[in-house]
């Protein structure tokens, strides 16, 4: 199956400013900078990706010469197989674009005025925005608020409506740049399970960029680690977990004295340990495994009473792919 959204050694460069413009611009750049610098990456129809990076990695740029909103300087960027910058008028017809910052919804007007108004400058002709828009509505459950002013909502429901007009015109991809960024935790959660739904239904390819990781991780998707324009992990989340996870063994013990031996036995193997009254605790990883070092105890394991592996949290794991540089 070939993929919905293609980046083939995609790579951007935004040159210094021009000395004579530096004057009248408000922030000018004096050395070029490498916001992308040959990325790859397949999205299959289905299927959600997540992007994730620290503030410059270069998630917006990717995704604003996905829509045309400004080129690449080396590599292709396509969607269905159109090229990012010679058919960016027919990708504009099938890629939904959510952009971060968003303060374009006319608070005035209802909802289904904003979404006119948006299909209007989208270049839709008004038969299809009357089919459309009610269609949209219902896919992010905003039908009743339809003739509501936009004021008067929620954030939650803004996201929503938000959502809804990168919906208008039927895309086949959908790129959401942090688009539960102004909602509370409860209205994000509710907006990722629509979206993820909606990717089933109706089979899109999506990115999509948070920097809240426990969004990212409850979407259980493929994920994209980027670092100053470059990949520093490209698959599924559950594989990194697999392949970088240092979880912390737990060991609660009968008493202190076995508490005690069982830490020195530990740390005679190389291990890193803290021991909090009867509980020992030690972060595996490399070649030490839960099975190796229960087994390696001997006898000592018959004061055991409870033994716990405590996942890293997903902060840390990523934390562990970018500061490490390639060694597990
Ligand atoms: N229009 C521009 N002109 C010059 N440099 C830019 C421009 N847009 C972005 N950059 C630079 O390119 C790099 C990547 O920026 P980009 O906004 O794509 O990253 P990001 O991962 O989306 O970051 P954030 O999470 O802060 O939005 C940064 O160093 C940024 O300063």
């Known amino acids: 199956m070939s993929a919905v959204i293609e980046l083939s050694q995609l790579s951007k460069v935004y040159e210094p400013t021009p000395r004579w413009m530096r004057v009248f611009a408000r922030s000018h750049l004096t050395e070029s900078v490498r916001a992308l610098d040959s990325v790859n990456l397949a999205v299959h129809a289905g299927e959600i990706c997540a992007i994730v990076g620290p503030n410059g990695a270069g998630k917006t740029t990717m995704f604003r010469i996905l829509v045309g909103l400004t080129t690449a300087t080396g590599g292709s960027a396509t969607v269905m197989g159109l090229d ?42 008004a038969k299809l925005l009357a089919e459309r828009i009610p269609y949209a509505l219902e896919q992010v459950n905003l039908v009743a608020q339809a003739d509501s002013v936009v004021a008067g909502l929620s954030a939650g429901m803004k996201a929503r409506l938000r959502l809804a007009r990168a919906l208008l015109p039927g895309p086949r991809a959908l790129i959401l740049d942090e688009p539960t960024g102004a909602v509370d935790p409860i209205a994000a959660h509710g907006l990722l399970e629509l979206i993820t739904e909606l990717v089933e239904r109706e089979r899109l390819a999506v990115l999509i960029s948070s920097h809240r990781l426990e969004e990212i991780e409850a979407l259980q998707s493929h994920a994209l680690l ?13 594989d990194l977990r697999r392949e970088w996870d240092h979880p912390e063994l737990e060991l609660v013990t009968a008493d202190h004295g076995a508490a005690a031996t069982i830490a020195d036995d530990l740390r005679a193997r190389g291990l890193d340990v803290a021991v909090d009254d009867l509980s020992v605790r030690c972060r595996l990883g490399g070649k030490h495994r839960v099975g190796a070092v229960l087994a390696g105890l001997g006898p000592l394991a018959d004061s055991i009473e409870h033994v716990r592996e405590i996942p890293m949290p997903l902060r840390d794991l990523i934390a562990r792919v970018y500061t490490t540089g390639g060694s597990k």
């Not at 980027?226 to 559950?238: A, H, I, N, S, T």
């Open 84 to 125: 990012a910058e010679r058919d960016s008028e027919r990708i504009r017809q099938i890629v939904g674009w959510m952009p971060a910052e968003d303060r374009s919804l006319l608070m005035r007007a209802t909802c289904r005025e904003n979404l006119h108004m948006h299909g209007r400058l989208q270049g839709m002709p």
């Open 226 to 238: 980027m670092d100053r324009g470059r990949v520093k992990y490209d698959g599924d989340l559950e």
